[in-house]
Every structure is written in structure tokens, then in C-alpha cells.
């Protein structure tokens, strides 16, 4: 038989390692998985290298689950809480803005009271100072002090006793004031200035007949002991 047709054969040494290599990749195939028992190593030893236990995969999950279900039980909380965070907002300022339209209606109210006691009083009081008669000058006087206040009180007192008093009873003065209009310049709950338009019918032995003089006054008024008062009169 020529040399070159005959199969080469290995010798023994090398079938030995080929054997012993066909029999390591074989077990390697069927080598059965390692049983894993919730976190502990292969039974045999430690693990191999490069694999996670699966116990350890397992715990992972659940964490990674537990995580999950708390994330969207936030997210739950938060979309419950925010629609009640907004609503209280929304009650907190409608109930300011009741009480601050309830104060300004109150003190409108006031205001609007204010005015129109200072004006009624305004309007008496104008009447007691700017009339007297000289067959009772005494009560007269003293009843238009009685609505005035303050300095003015004392003003009054004084022009009435030594500038008014004397020629009244001397000529038989008789004084009568009406009040024909007037309107308030400016009010609150404790002062007040009124314009009104006065009219003072005269007579006396000086004059030859009854005299009308219209004026125009502005009578500052203070809120006394719930009582309005004049505290200054100016003749415009």
C-alpha cells in the first residue's frame, strides 16, 4: 500500500487528552443547575464565578416591586391631597375677601350714619348760634353754648356777653335764622365739616324794617359723649 494513502492515526498519548477533553465538555452540557434555596450558595461549595445566586435575583425583585407599588401609592396620595390643598386655598381666600367686603360695607355704613347725624345736627345747631331775641337773650345764649365745644364754647361766651348781649338789648334786637340748603364737606365716625346756606331775618329799632341776610357758613362739628358739637363756626 503507498505511504501516502495510509490514515494517519494518533498515538496513544494524544487519544488520551482527546478523550479526556470530549468527557470535560460532555459534563459541562448536561451538568445539572445547581439547586438555589432563597439567597444560599450551591450546595458544594461557593458560587461559580460570574452568576448571581438566584435567591439574591429574587430579593432584588421584590425590593424593585415594593419600591414600585410605594412610588405609585406617593403618586396616589399626592393627586388625593392636592385637589383638598387648592380647595382649602380657594376657602381661605373667599372667606378674607367676605370679611374684608363685610368690614367695608360696616364701615361704609358707619360713614354714611355719620354724615347724616353730623348734617341734622349741623343744621339744629346753626339755628340755636346764628338766632336770639332780646326779651330772653339770657336762655337763648345759654342754649347755643350748650351745642358748641371746646374753645369754641368759650368764644362763644364771651362775643355773646360783651359784643352781641349789650346792643341786642339796647335796640331790641330780634334775630331769626333759617337754614335754606347745606351738604357735608367731610365726615368719619368722630369729626365732621358741614356748608350751609343761612338765612338771618333781622329787626330792631335801628332798622326800618325786617332785613334778610343771606350767609354762607362752615360749621365744624366733633362727635362729644355720642353727641355731635360744634367746635368752630366760619362766616364765608
Known amino acids: 500500500m503507498p505511504k501516502d494513502s495510509r490514515r494517519s492515526r494518533p498515538v496513544a498519548g494524544q487519544r488520551a487528552r482527546v478523550a479526556a477533553e470530549l468527557r470535560s465538555r460532555a459534563g459541562t452540557a448536561t451538568d445539572p443547575a445547581p439547586e438555589v434555596s432563597h439567597g444560599q450558595p450551591p450546595r458544594g461549595g461557593t458560587d461559580r464565578p460570574g452568576r448571581v445566586p438566584a435567591g439574591t435575583a429574587v430579593l432584588d425583585r421584590v425590593t424593585h416591586m415594593d419600591r414600585q407599588a410605594a412610588t405609585a401609592a406617593g403618586d ?21 375677601t367676605t370679611a374684608l367686603l363685610g368690614l367695608r360695607v360696616r364701615q361704609a355704613d358707619v360713614t354714611e350714619a355719620a354724615r347724616n ?37 368759650r368764644d362763644y361766651r364771651d362775643t355773646t356777653a360783651k359784643m352781641v348781649g349789650p346792643p341786642a338789648r339796647q335796640y331790641h334786637a330780634v334775630v331769626t335764622a333759617k337754614v335754606t340748603a347745606g351738604s357735608v364737606v367731610s365726615a368719619t365716625s ?46 364765608l
Open 117 to 153: 347725624a353730623a348734617l341734622a345736627a349741623a343744621e339744629a345747631h346753626a339755628v340755636d348760634i346764628l338766632s336770639y331775641d332780646y326779651r330772653h337773650l339770657d336762655r337763648d345764649f345759654a342754649a347755643a353754648e350748650r351745642v358748641t365745644t371746646g374753645k369754641f364754647a
Open 190 to 235: 368722630t369729626e365732621a365739616v358741614v356748608l350751609l346756606f343761612v338765612d338771618q331775618r333781622t329787626t330792631s329799632t335801628r332798622l326800618d324794617g325786617p332785613r334778610v341776610d343771606e350767609n354762607r357758613v362752615r360749621l365744624h362739628l366733633t362727635r362729644v359723649d355720642g353727641s355731635w358739637l360744634v367746635s368752630n363756626v366760619d362766616g
Open 76 to 96: 396616589r396620595s399626592r393627586r388625593r391631597t392636592w385637589p383638598l390643598v387648592v380647595a382649602g386655598a380657594l376657602a381661605l381666600a373667599l372667606a378674607a
